[in-house]
């Protein structure tokens, strides 16, 4: 059954629609999980004595950076070995700490729970990507990608009517704290992070297809080493083991590696001598020289991979462009919820259904219509998927500026439901135009790639540097009508990768063998 053709025509089986059912449940409740820390933030801001850039910091940087860094290992794992039994252990990895979450007595030790929940959550998409690819030809892979995707919003808008249910009513149920202690944030992260753990058993039960079926590329070897693949991978980007890593390329590697940890070291002391805050500042040091470290270890190690991602302008543009897409929606997805509950005067209960139902309505319309229309534009067009990213860059602004200025939830409701929906467009059609710029067995490393983008520019920075300006101006309102100044940027890139990717594809394996592919 493993052994035989997975797809054989341009249509994909009933059970790769299983599988992707399967998927998708699991990116509910990856976003779930992570999302959730969104309606608790205002009992966990007086609870733990936070500031607002405190709770950008939990939410975005202190699981981004660490998602991202372990995205690119652990997706060079998805490359190299099984791809089930990867997101079995991932699943159960980010439940554990969720759940963990939940016993949180401090920032700091929030702060280590989130981290946690970032490194596991990162088996999740390389290994999915990866997966999806090989059970649906490519003229449905951008259908079943979006699909895949629009677990986001629905898992994103799950936790918001699920934690601020759970908050209020515990609270009413155990005023001064309820079994064990635990307030209702407490138990809310708890009664979300168990289930994943059974999850994960049925997870275990899917069969692994194999690679590069879907295009008739015949199926690779198995990788003789996959976990000593995965440390030398590790050693490339986890510091200080990076000055490791480097020194195996020979002296001018060390050398170059070292002056960009000093370059780096430069710009975040820099930094916290404006009065910066130094844990924000230092997690992105160290994501912005991991990455550096491991692309310039890839290019010894991998030359086609690094040619056709690293080295491929059309794929930088994407991943960018995408990126500052998510740089706005990370910050509005997490800050819509405080600030109807803040400036608005929601109840958790209501702010959380309202808020919660419309971003997974609008995230499951916008991801699956997005990347419908970016499979028929690129049937005539290479680059077609490009215009569902620009529309996703510019339509949104108004209804964003307009739901962070609001002064009635009969506004702000309707607003951050359009806003959501134009946005979310722009992910399947994105996230397919990476893929399609790799061979097969590259794209584990090029979905880990492309997440450097949502979660070093968008998850990292975008809810830190809104709550940041609120707290230095009093006003969430700025803090998020501020972030628009990225937008001609967002454009800029997209342009640039609408004009860049049909090259790209037509030259992707005259560039790879060029580049030493066998």
């Keep these: 059954m493993a052994n ?12 790769a629609w299983y599988v992707l059912s399967i998927l998708f449940l699991v990116y509910i409740l990856n976003f779930v999980d992570r999302q959730i820390i969104s309606i608790l933030a205002e009992d966990i801001k007086r609870d733990l004595h936070l500031q607002d850039e405190d709770l950008g910091f939990l939410y975005g940087t202190a699981f981004g950076v660490f998602y991202a860094l372990f995205g690119i290992p652990l997706g060079r794992l998805a490359d190299n070995w099984h791809r089930v039994r990867l997101m079995t252990v991932g699943l159960a990895l980010w439940s554990s700490m969720t759940a ?47 699909i895949y995707s629009a677990g986001l919003f629905v898992g994103g808008g799950c936790s918001l009517f699920i934690g601020g ?17 635990l307030v209702g944030w407490q138990a809310a992260f708890m009664a979300v992070g168990i289930p994943g753990i059974l999850l994960a058993l049925w997870i275990a039960t899917l069969r692994e297809p194999p690679r590069g079926l879907s295009e008739g590329l015949g199926a690779a070897p198995p990788h003789p080493a996959p976990f000593r693949a995965f440390l030398g991978e590790l050693v490339t980007i986890i510091p200080p083991l990076t000055l490791i890593g480097a020194a195996k390329g020979g002296p001018r590697a060390l050398a170059i590696n070292a002056a960009a940890l000093a370059v780096t070291i430069g710009v975040v002391l820099t930094l916290i001598a404006a009065g910066e805050p130094k844990p924000q500042w230092i997690a992105i040091g160290i994501g912005v020289y991991a990455v550096f470290s491991w692309a310039s270890a890839l290019r010894r190690r991998d030359p086609p991979t690094f040619a056709l991602i690293v080295g491929t302008p059309a794929f930088l543009f994407t991943v960018v462009a995408y990126g500052l897409n998510a740089f706005l929606s990370y910050a509005a997805s997490f800050w819509a919820a405080p600030y109807a509950l803040r400036t608005l005067g929601a109840s958790p209960a209501d702010a959380g259904f309202f808020i919660g139902a419309s971003g997974a309505l609008s995230g499951f319309l916008g991801v699956t219509l997005g990347g419908i229309i970016g499979d028929r534009l690129h049937r005539t067009n290479p680059a077609g998927r490009l215009w569902v990213v620009i529309f996703g860059a510019i339509v949104p602004v108004p209804f964003l500026a307009l739901a962070f200025t609001a002064t009635t939830t009969g506004l702000f409701y309707p607003c951050i439901f359009m806003a959501q929906m134009t946005a979310s467009c722009a992910l399947g059609a994105a996230a397919a135009t990476t893929q399609d710029l790799v061979l097969p067995r590259m794209r584990g490393t090029a979905t880990a790639t492309f997440f450097i983008g949502t979660t070093l520019i968008g998850l990292a920075l975008g809810p830190y540097l809104a709550g940041r300006v609120s707290t230095v101006t009093g006003s969430l309102s700025t803090g998020m009508v501020s972030l628009l100044l990225s937008v001609p940027v967002t454009l800029a890139c997209a342009i640039a990768a609408y004009r860049l990717v049909p090259a790209a594809e037509a030259t992707r394996e005259a560039r790879a063998a060029a580049a030493g592919e066998v």
Excluded: C, M
């Design 100 to 146: 963990l979450s939940g016993l949180s007595r401090s920032g700091a030790q929030l702060t280590a729970a989130r981290i946690g929940v970032g490194i596991g959550e990162a088996t999740a998409s390389p290994a999915a990507y990866s997966l999806i690819s090989d059970w649906f030809p490519k003229r449905l892979r951008g259908t079943a990608l979006s």
């Design 165 to 181: 249910l759970i908050v209020q009513k515990w609270n009413l149920a155990y005023p001064g704290g309820g079994p064990l202690g």
């Design 4 to 15: 035989e053709p997975i797809v054989h025509s341009d249509r994909a089986s009933p059970y």
